[in-house]
């Protein structure tokens, strides 16, 4: 079957470091996505990770080990508008992206 | 307008009734998509039109109806709804369905209640 599991909801401090964690079974895989989603917004893409490794973004890196189907995403210097849901999903064999349920973050004074 | 744009926003319906959410995109993409998330659940991917062509339809009851008369415009005709289908449907945009990296740009959804 297909899976996506990523913590249901996370804190943090401003101006500190958090790691989000996603791992997944899928059938076929063409990359994984991490979207950012604030409350009643639309999600917005962040990264796109195809090939092991990290790629960075500012303050934003994803890293993605295929071998162990997981992926992170690092976010440094927490800032309150950082506050978000933090969608992982995962582009099948059929091209289709599979999603996590999300990961609430929270980030406090 | 920019980027991927839905309305109503907000709807409020009773089972009885008939409704259509519509979504526009102003991206120059050929693929569009419906969506349905609900609270603490992932997206549930529902229609997937590339070239105004059906090209996914993930066993989605028939009382939802999608329609794309052109690559800009899709629509999702609402009729006879329970009220587990109360939940934000989201539309999104990409340059195409296959081969790779196609980042889906999102419109800012439609909360739907069914009373």
């Known amino acids: 079957g297909q899976n996506i599991d990523q913590p249901t909801e996370m804190t943090a401090t401003e101006g500190a470091i958090v790691q989000i964690n996603c791992t997944y079974q899928t059938s076929g895989f063409n990359g994984l996505f991490w979207y950012q989603q604030h409350a009643g917004e639309a999600p917005t893409f962040l990264s796109y990770?195809?090939l092991d490794g990290l790629e960075e973004k500012g303050r934003f890196s994803s890293f993605l080990s295929r071998s162990k189907g997981y992926s992170y995403l690092l976010l440094k210097e927490l800032q309150m508008k950082d506050s978000a849901s933090y969608l992982c999903a995962t582009m099948d064999s059929n091209y289709q992206l599979i999603w996590g349920a999300g990961t609430k973050l929270i980030i406090k004074p | 307008e920019t980027g991927v744009t839905q309305t109503p926003r907000h709807l409020v319906m009773g089972m009885t009734n008939k409704k259509s959410l519509k979504c526009e995109q102003h991206?120059?993409?050929?693929?569009m998509y419906w969506y349905k998330q609900s609270a603490k659940k992932p997206l549930e991917l529902m229609f997937v039109y590339s070239l105004e062509e059906r090209v996914e339809n993930n066993s989605v009851p028939s009382r939802f109806s999608p329609e794309c008369p052109n690559s800009s415009h899709l629509f999702l005709h609402l009729h006879t709804l329970q009220p587990e289908d109360s939940a934000l449907y989201l539309c999104?945009?990409?340059?195409?369905?296959?081969?790779?990296?196609?980042?889906?740009?999102f419109g800012p959804g439609t909360r739907l209640t069914v009373l």
């Open positions: 991206l120059g993409h050929n693929a």
């Open positions: 999104a945009s990409s340059q195409g369905v296959q081969g790779g990296f196609h980042e889906q740009f």
């Open positions: 990770n195809v």
